[in-house]
């Protein structure tokens, strides 16, 4: 057991000494590894995002408390229509040509991404672009042309009580995405210290 203790006492020394001779090394990889990384980090795009949160519903929710529960129900049941719809040709194309974006349906459509919380009849719309303005355009051209495609659900013969809208719960306002900078530093200073010491190690035996 001693002689154990003894071994793993002399390896840690031995090693203590090669990262005092290579300290410099070790130091130089390090900051370098973490400088790359930050330059990596600004030198990407940036991304604008915007989240426009719908709440879907009916004038007859608040005509009675059974009839707004079976309203409420049905309505749920459409959510993943709804949800299809936010992304329809008919929705773009009108985002497109009221916002007057060059974008192509497709192009626009992968800008976007929609979420239907389960149990809740709203939707989470966030559109995420390289420039703020444009960012803020497109959520506002949503929530107008999904509207519009909403009133058209059911056909003329669907009475207005029971003709499904949509209400948006909060003002589109484009931030700026994450960019994980601390995340991003934290691992590439782990990966330059663990790539440093190992060769160091490796350089001192040769």
């Not at 916002?99 to 929609?114: E, I």
Request: glycine share 6%; net charge negative.
């Amino acid at each position: 057991m001693t002689e154990v203790i003894d071994d793993i006492e002399t390896g840690l020394r031995a090693i203590g000494k090669v990262l005092r001779r290579w300290m410099w090394f070790i130091v130089i990889v390090t900051v370098g590894a973490v400088v790359i990384g930050e330059i990596v980090v600004i030198s990407t795009p940036v991304d604008y995002e915007s989240q426009v949160v719908l709440l879907i519903t009916q004038p007859s929710v608040s005509s009675g408390a059974q009839n707004g529960l079976n309203t409420a129900q049905e309505l749920l049941n459409l959510m993943p229509t709804f949800e299809s719809i936010v992304v329809s040709d008919q929705v773009l194309r009108g985002v497109i040509r009221t916002q007057h974006l060059s974008h192509t349906v497709d192009d626009l459509r992968s800008s976007l991404t929609v979420t239907a919380p389960v149990s809740t009849l709203t939707l989470n719309v966030l559109v995420h672009t390289s420039s703020a303005s444009e960012t803020n355009a497109i959520a506002s051209g949503i929530i107008r042309e999904f509207g519009v495609a909403l009133a058209s659900v059911g056909g003329s013969e669907v009475p207005a009580s029971l003709q499904p809208i949509d209400l948006p719960l909060q003002v589109p306002a484009a931030k700026k995405a994450s960019t994980h900078l601390a995340k991003v530093l934290l691992i590439a200073f782990a990966i330059g210290l663990a790539f440093s010491i190992v060769a160091a190690v490796v350089l001192d035996r040769s």
